[in-house]
Protein backbone atom coordinates (compact mmCIF):
# COMPACT_ATOMS: atom_id res chain seq x y z
CA UNK A 1 0.00 0.00 0.00
CA UNK A 2 1.58 3.53 -1.06
CA UNK A 3 -0.07 6.64 -0.65
CA UNK A 4 1.35 9.46 -2.89
CA UNK A 5 0.77 13.10 -2.18
CA UNK A 6 1.27 15.78 -4.40
CA UNK A 7 -0.04 19.67 -5.21
CA UNK A 8 2.22 21.78 -2.18
CA UNK A 9 3.78 24.86 -3.24
CA UNK A 10 4.49 28.97 -2.77
CA UNK A 11 1.49 30.84 -2.96
CA UNK A 12 1.14 34.14 -1.37
CA UNK A 13 -1.84 35.03 1.33
CA UNK A 14 -5.27 34.94 0.08
CA UNK A 15 -4.34 32.59 -2.63
CA UNK A 16 -5.23 28.80 -3.66
CA UNK A 17 -3.98 24.91 -4.08
CA UNK A 18 -5.57 21.74 -4.67
CA UNK A 19 -3.68 19.25 -3.03
CA UNK A 20 -3.94 15.35 -4.58
CA UNK A 21 -2.90 12.10 -2.83
CA UNK A 22 -3.17 8.83 -4.84
CA UNK A 23 -3.57 5.47 -2.80
CA UNK A 24 -2.69 2.18 -4.35
CA UNK A 25 -2.79 -1.60 -3.30
CA UNK A 26 -6.17 -1.44 -1.59
CA UNK A 27 -9.41 -2.09 -2.61
CA UNK A 28 -10.80 0.98 -4.93
CA UNK A 29 -12.88 2.90 -2.81
CA UNK A 30 -12.36 1.13 0.35
CA UNK A 31 -10.94 3.34 2.59
CA UNK A 32 -11.85 6.65 4.64
CA UNK A 33 -8.87 9.12 4.04
CA UNK A 34 -7.67 12.13 5.54
CA UNK A 35 -5.23 15.42 5.63
CA UNK A 36 -3.18 16.03 8.42
CA UNK A 37 -0.52 18.97 8.81
CA UNK A 38 2.07 19.56 10.31
CA UNK A 39 4.90 22.37 11.60
CA UNK A 40 8.51 21.30 12.29
CA UNK A 41 8.69 21.71 16.41
CA UNK A 42 4.31 21.30 16.47
CA UNK A 43 2.47 18.19 17.26
CA UNK A 44 0.82 16.92 13.61
CA UNK A 45 -2.81 18.55 13.23
CA UNK A 46 -5.97 17.36 12.05
CA UNK A 47 -7.20 19.29 9.22
CA UNK A 48 -9.99 17.12 7.51
CA UNK A 49 -11.01 13.95 6.76
CA UNK A 50 -13.71 12.26 4.08
CA UNK A 51 -15.53 8.65 4.35
CA UNK A 52 -15.07 5.49 1.91
CA UNK A 53 -18.14 6.80 0.22
CA UNK A 54 -17.21 10.54 0.12
CA UNK A 55 -20.59 10.98 1.83
CA UNK A 56 -19.57 12.27 5.06
CA UNK A 57 -16.84 14.57 6.28
CA UNK A 58 -15.11 16.68 9.01
CA UNK A 59 -13.06 19.68 9.27
CA UNK A 60 -10.88 20.67 11.92
CA UNK A 61 -13.04 24.37 13.30
CA UNK A 62 -10.08 27.04 11.21
CA UNK A 63 -10.15 24.87 8.08
CA UNK A 64 -14.29 24.85 7.47
CA UNK A 65 -15.09 27.40 4.88
CA UNK A 66 -11.72 27.39 3.22
CA UNK A 67 -10.46 24.01 3.03
CA UNK A 68 -12.82 21.49 1.06
CA UNK A 69 -11.75 17.52 1.06
CA UNK A 70 -13.29 15.38 -1.69
CA UNK A 71 -12.74 11.55 -2.50
CA UNK A 72 -14.14 9.99 -5.79
CA UNK A 73 -16.68 7.09 -5.16
CA UNK A 74 -14.76 4.07 -6.09
CA UNK A 75 -11.51 5.56 -5.84
CA UNK A 76 -8.92 5.65 -2.70
CA UNK A 77 -7.84 8.91 -3.69
CA UNK A 78 -8.53 12.21 -2.34
CA UNK A 79 -8.57 16.04 -2.85
CA UNK A 80 -8.01 19.01 -0.36
CA UNK A 81 -8.85 22.20 -1.98
CA UNK A 82 -7.24 25.13 -0.07
CA UNK A 83 -8.60 28.76 -0.50
CA UNK A 84 -7.74 31.50 1.25
CA UNK A 85 -4.41 30.41 2.27
CA UNK A 86 -3.12 32.00 5.28
CA UNK A 87 0.55 32.28 6.51
CA UNK A 88 -0.37 29.54 9.69
CA UNK A 89 -1.77 27.17 7.46
CA UNK A 90 2.37 27.11 6.08
CA UNK A 91 2.76 23.29 6.88
CA UNK A 92 3.85 19.89 5.67
CA UNK A 93 0.42 18.63 4.50
CA UNK A 94 0.06 14.39 4.77
CA UNK A 95 -2.77 12.38 3.65
CA UNK A 96 -3.69 9.45 5.29
CA UNK A 97 -5.95 5.87 5.22
CA UNK A 98 -8.06 3.66 6.96
CA UNK A 99 -9.97 0.50 5.62
CA UNK A 100 -14.06 1.13 6.20
CA UNK A 101 -13.75 -1.62 7.79
CA UNK A 102 -11.71 -0.64 10.90
CA UNK A 103 -14.82 2.18 11.45
CA UNK A 104 -14.86 5.94 10.92
CA UNK A 105 -12.64 8.09 13.36
CA UNK A 106 -11.97 10.74 10.85
CA UNK A 107 -9.53 12.84 13.73
CA UNK A 108 -8.24 10.08 15.55
CA UNK A 109 -4.38 9.00 14.67
CA UNK A 110 -5.00 5.43 13.81
CA UNK A 111 -4.71 5.68 10.18
CA UNK A 112 -3.23 2.67 8.82
CA UNK A 113 -1.76 4.56 5.94
CA UNK A 114 0.06 7.78 5.12
CA UNK A 115 1.45 9.42 2.97
CA UNK A 116 5.18 11.15 2.64
CA UNK A 117 3.75 15.01 2.89
CA UNK A 118 3.92 18.26 0.11
CA UNK A 119 5.17 21.13 1.52
CA UNK A 120 2.71 23.83 1.49
CA UNK A 121 4.02 27.28 2.43
CA UNK A 122 2.12 30.47 2.25
CA UNK A 123 4.36 33.74 2.08
CA UNK A 124 2.38 37.39 3.91
Known amino acids: VQLQASGGGLVQTGGSLRLSCAGSGGIPGSWHMAWFRQVPGKEREFVAA????????DYAESMKGRFTISKPYGQNTVFLQMNNLKPEDTAVYYC??????????????????WGQGTLVTVSS
Open 50 to 57: VSYSGDTT
Open 96 to 113: AARPWARGWDPRGPTYDY
